[in-house]
C-alpha cells in the first residue's frame, strides 16, 4: 500500500478564485460558448487548483491533492456515472448508454416538459445536492468515466492526485424513490445491485494511476435520514467488504464528515480499507476498537465549514491524543471539504487588517494542515512559531472592541418579549386585510438583472453619484409594483433590487458583521453566494428597510409586504463567530429585527414577512441535540416578531425543509402564514401539513424557481388542487416555491401568468363548491 500522506485537505473550492466556473457554465447554457470551451475553462481550473495546492504544500506525488470538481453537484456526478438517472432522461443517453455534458445539464435543471431532479440541502450546510431518484427499474452502470479521466489529466501533469466520490451508502440513502417504485420502496434496498459499477470504477481509476480514492460517506454520521444508524451500518459493512474485497483498486479513505461517527467507527476499523477520515472539529476522539491497527486516521481538526483562523495548539493536542488509539499512522486534515468556505483571505483588501490577522479561508486552512502535519512530522518544537502566531491572533480577537458590547449586553430579556396574541385572535383581527380564498403573492424578490447589477457595481465604484443610483432603483421598484398589479397579485413586495443578498443587506447596516469582496461560496450549481462575517457583538444603528418599503407602498392601495432575513438564517448563511453560544448570538440579531418589525408596523405596513430559509439547514445531525437547537432558532424568531400586534401578519418562509421532520418548531415558530417549497417535490409536503393538524396559513409552492422551464397552468392547476384536497382552503395562499432573484423577467412573468390563471381557475371551482 502506498503510504497516506502526513496532511491533506477533504476537497478545495471548485467555482474558481473569481467564479470563473460560473461565469463558463452560464455561457454554455445562454448558447455564448460551445462544449469544447466550457470544457477547457473547466480543465484550466483543474490545473490551476492543482497548481495551486501544490505551491500552499500539499504534495504533488502522495495523493494529498483531492481530485474535487463538479461542474454542478458531486451528487449529480456520482448518480450519472452509475447510471442514476430517470427515465424521462432516458432519450438523453448517447448510443452507448454514456450521459454527456449537455444530458448532465439537462438532469440539474429540467427542460420544457421535463422536470429536474429535486433539491434540498446537504447535511447541516448551506450547499445544496441533487436528490438522485432510484427504483427497481434503475440500471447501474458505468455510464460516465470523466472521474477517471481527470485522475489521467493530473497524472499527465505530474501530479498523483486523489478522486473523490459519494459513496454507494450515502448515495442510496440521500436518494428518493422513483416515480416508478412502489410504496414503501427504498433506494438503498439496491445497494448490493450498485456495488458492482463502483467495483468497477476502482479498477478504472486504478489503472488511470490513482493511489488512493475518497469515498464520502457523510450518511454514517447522520440521525436525520430515513434509514436507522444501525441500517446504515450494517450497509456500509456490506459495502466496504465489496469494495476492499476488489481485486484491483486503490487504497479507500473513507470520509464521514459533519458530526461525530459515534457506533459507526468500530464498523469502519474492522473493515477492510486502509484509511478512515473522521470529524474532530464536531465530533470526538474515538476508543482504540479491533482492526484500527491496520488503518490510518486522518483527523479533520481544522474546520472546514467556518473561516475563523481557530487554535492551532488545541487543533495539534487532538492530533497527538489520537495518536494514543493504536492506529498504524495519524495524519492532519479539515473536518470536511473547504467547498463550504472562499479561495483566499489575502483576495479581501477592504476588510480591516485585525479582523483578517483573525481569520483562514480555504487556501489559509491548507497551510495549517501542512503546519500540523510537519507537527506530527517533527514534533511541536518544529512549528512552535506557528502554534504562538495562532494563538496570540486568538487572544487579540477575544479582547478586540466590539467583540463584546455592554450596551447590547444589557439588554434583558423578558418571557412575555417571546410571543403574541392567541393566532385566533390574530387571525380574527387579520380579516381586516380584505384578502380573497387563496391570495397569490410572491416571496420577496424579483429578477436582479444585468441592469441592475451594473448600476450596482458602478455606485460601488464610485462612477455614478448617489441620487442617480437611487432614482434608478425607484424606477425598478416602480416597475415592479406595476407588474404585480397588472399580474393580478393580492399581496405585492418591491421586489428588493437595493439588495445585493438577502443576508449580506442586513449585515451591511448592522454592527458586529464586515462583508467580504471575493468572499463566494457555491450554493448549487452555477449560484455562489458570499456570507458575511459576524466578528462582534449585533446592534442595529439605524432602520434598515422602513424607506424601500414605504415608497413601494405609496405606489398601489394594495398590500406590500416588509421583508426582513430571519435570526437563524442570517447566522446560518454567515461565517459566525465561534467565541459564544449561537443562541446569544441569535437573540442578537433577533432584537435588532424587532425593532425594524417595530418600525414598518408603525409606518404602516400591515403584512411583514421574516425569512427563515434556513431553520432546517442548521438542524443538528444528532437526535440528542436536535431539541435545543430548536429550542433557541424557534425563540430568536418569536424575539424578532413578538412585538408585532395582532392585526398585522407576520409571514415566515422555509427553503428545502423536510416538512414532517422540523413540523413542531414551524408550529412554534407561530407565524401566521408560512411559505414552503414544494413544486418541485409534486407537493408531496401537503400529506404531512394535513396530517399534523397544522392550522396557521400556509403557502405551498407552486413554481420551481431553481429551474429555467416555465411552469403550465395546467401544471400549476394540478398542484393547487391537491392542495385544495387535503388543506382547508381558508390557510391556503398561492406563491411560488421562493425568490425571483436568480430567474429573468420572460420566464418570471409566463410563470406568474400561468400561476395567477391557474389559481382563478381553482378559485371559480371552489367558490361554486361553497
Known amino acids: 500500500m502506498t503510504a497516506f500522506p502526513k496532511g491533506t485537505i477533504l476537497g478545495y473550492p471548485r467555482i474558481g478564485r473569481r467564479r470563473e466556473l460560473k461565469k463558463a457554465v452560464e455561457s454554455f447554457w445562454a448558447g455564448r460558448i460551445g462544449e469544447e470551451e466550457l470544457e477547457r475553462t473547466a480543465a484550466e481550473l483543474r490545473t490551476a487548483t492543482r497548481q495551486r495546492l501544490a505551491a500552499l504544500g500539499l504534495g504533488q506525488h502522495d495523493s494529498a491533492i483531492p481530485e474535487s470538481f463538479s461542474f454542478y453537484d458531486q451528487v449529480l456526478d456520482t448518480a450519472v456515472t452509475v447510471g442514476a438517472i430517470p427515465s424521462r432522461f432516458d432519450d438523453l443517453r448517447e448510443s452507448d448508454g454514456t450521459i454527456g455534458l449537455s444530458a448532465y445539464f439537462t438532469v440539474a435543471r429540467g427542460q420544457g416538459e421535463r422536470a429536474p431532479l429535486e433539491m434540498t440541502k446537504w447535511f447541516d450546510s448551506n450547499y445544496h445536492y441533487l436528490v438522485p431518484e432510484i427504483g427497481p427499474e434503475t440500471v447501474f452502470t458505468l455510464a460516465h468515466d470523466r472521474i477517471v479521466r481527470q485522475v489521467a489529466e493530473a497524472k499527465a501533469q505530474g501530479y498523483v492526485t486523489r478522486p473523490t466520490l459519494v459513496g454507494p451508502v450515502t448515495l442510496l440513502a440521500l436518494a428518493k424513490a422513483s416515480e416508478a417504485a412502489p410504496d414503501g420502496f427504498e433506494p438503498l434496498s439496491r445497494l448490493d445491485d450498485l456495488l458492482p459499477v463502483y467495483v468497477e470504477l476502482l479498477a478504472r481509476l486504478k489503472e488511470a494511476g490513482a493511489e488512493w480514492i475518497q469515498i464520502d460517506e457523510p450518511a454514517l454520521v447522520s440521525e436525520s435520514l430515513p434509514a436507522s444508524v444501525a441500517r446504515l451500518a450494517a450497509s456500509a459493512e456490506r459495502a466496504l467488504a465489496a469494495l476492499g474485497g476488489a481485486q484491483l483498486r486503490p487504497a479507500i479513505l473513507v470520509a464521514a464528515p459533519y458530526a461525530d461517527l459515534g457506533d459507526v467507527f468500530p464498523v469502519l476499523a474492522a473493515a477492510p480499507i486502509e484509511a478512515i477520515a473522521i470529524d474532530l472539529v464536531r465530533g470526538q476522539v474515538p476508543a482504540a476498537v479491533p482492526g484500527i491497527e491496520n488503518k490510518v486516521i486522518v483527523g479533520g481538526v481544522i474546520d472546514g465549514h467556518n473561516i475563523w483562523r481557530g487554535d492551532l495548539d488545541a487543533a495539534l493536542t487532538t492530533l497527538e491524543s ?59 518544537q518544529g512549528i512552535t512559531a506557528a502554534l504562538e502566531s495562532a494563538s496570540a491572533a486568538l487572544a ?25 396574541v392567541a393566532y385566533a385572535e390574530r387571525e380574527s383581527a387579520q380579516e381586516a386585510l380584505g384578502l380573497p380564498p387563496l391570495p397569490l403573492t410572491t416571496i420577496g424578490s424579483f429578477p436582479q438583472t444585468a441592469d441592475i447589477r451594473r448600476a450596482r457595481a458602478q455606485f460601488i465604484r464610485g462612477e455614478i453619484p448617489e441620487d442617480d443610483y437611487e432614482e434608478f432603483l425607484r424606477r425598478e421598484v416602480a416597475a415592479v409594483v406595476s407588474l404585480q398589479e397588472d399580474l393580478g397579485l393580492d399581496v405585492l413586495v418591491h421586489g428588493e433590487p437595493e439588495r445585493n443578498d438577502m443576508v449580506q443587506y442586513f449585515a451591511e447596516h448592522l454592527e458586529g458583521f464586515a462583508v467580504t469582496e471575493n468572499g463566494w461560496v457555491q450554493s448549487y450549481g452555477s449560484r455562489a453566494t ?55 448570538t441569535a437573540n442578537q440579531v433577533a432584537l435588532a429585527l424587532r425593532e425594524e418589525v417595530q418600525d414598518l408596523e408603525r409606518a404602516g405596513i400591515a403584512i411583514i414577512q421574516v425569512d427563515e430559509p434556513a431553520l432546517r439547514e442548521l438542524l443538528p445531525l444528532k437526535q440528542a441535540d436536535q431539541a435545543a437547537y430548536l429550542e433557541w432558532s424557534v425563540g430568536s424568531f418569536r424575539l424578532a416578531t413578538g412585538g408585532a400586534s395582532a392585526g398585522t401578519q407576520v409571514h415566515t418562509h422555509l427553503c428545502y425543509s423536510e416538512f414532517g421532520v422540523v413540523i413542531d418548531a414551524i408550529r412554534a415558530l407561530d407565524a401566521d402564514v408560512t411559505s ?35 411552469p403550465t397552468v395546467e401544471e400549476v392547476e394540478s398542484l393547487l388542487r391537491r392542495a385544495v384536497e387535503e388543506i382547508p382552503l381558508r390557510q391556503l395562499w398561492v406563491n411560488p416555491d421562493c425568490g425571483l432573484k436568480t430567474r429573468g423577467y420572460a420566464e418570471t412573468t409566463a410563470s406568474l401568468r400561468n400561476i395567477v390563471e391557474a389559481t382563478h381557475r381553482v378559485r371559480a371551482d371552489v367558490s361554486v363548491a361553497v
Open 322 to 380: 489520537l495518536q494514543g488509539i493504536g492506529a498504524r499512522s495519524i495524519a492532519a486534515a479539515t473536518s470536511t471539504s473547504l467547498l463550504h468556505v472562499p479561495h483566499d483571505v489575502t483576495d479581501e483588501s477592504k476588510l480591516d487588517a485585525r479582523l483578517v490577522s483573525w481569520l483562514a479561508f480555504a487556501d489559509q486552512k491548507v497551510e495549517q494542515v501542512v503546519t500540523l502535519a510537519r507537527g506530527l512530522t517533527d514534533g511541536r
Open 396 to 420: 487579540d480577537r477575544l479582547s478586540a472592541p466590539g467583540v463584546r458590547d455592554g450596551a447590547v449586553r444589557r439588554r434583558e430579556l423578558a418571557q412575555a418579549d417571546f410571543s403574541r
Open 676 to 710: 414552503i417549497e414544494a413544486a418541485r417535490s409534486r407537493m408531496e409536503v401537503v400529506t404531512d401539513v394535513a396530517q399534523s393538524g397544522f392550522d396557521h396559513g400556509i403557502g405551498p409552492g407552486v413554481y420551481d424557481i431553481h429551474s429555467p422551464r416555465v
Open 530 to 584: 458570499r456570507p458575511s462575517i459576524l466578528w462582534g457583538d449585533v446592534a442595529r444603528p439605524a432602520p434598515i428597510t422602513i424607506d424601500w418599503t414605504t415608497y413601494a407602498q405609496s405606489l398601489t392601495a394594495k398590500h406590500l409586504k416588509g421583508m426582513l432575513t430571519g435570526p437563524v438564517t442570517i447566522l446560518a448563511w454567515s461565517f459566525v463567530r465561534d467565541d459564544q453560544p449561537l443562541r446569544d
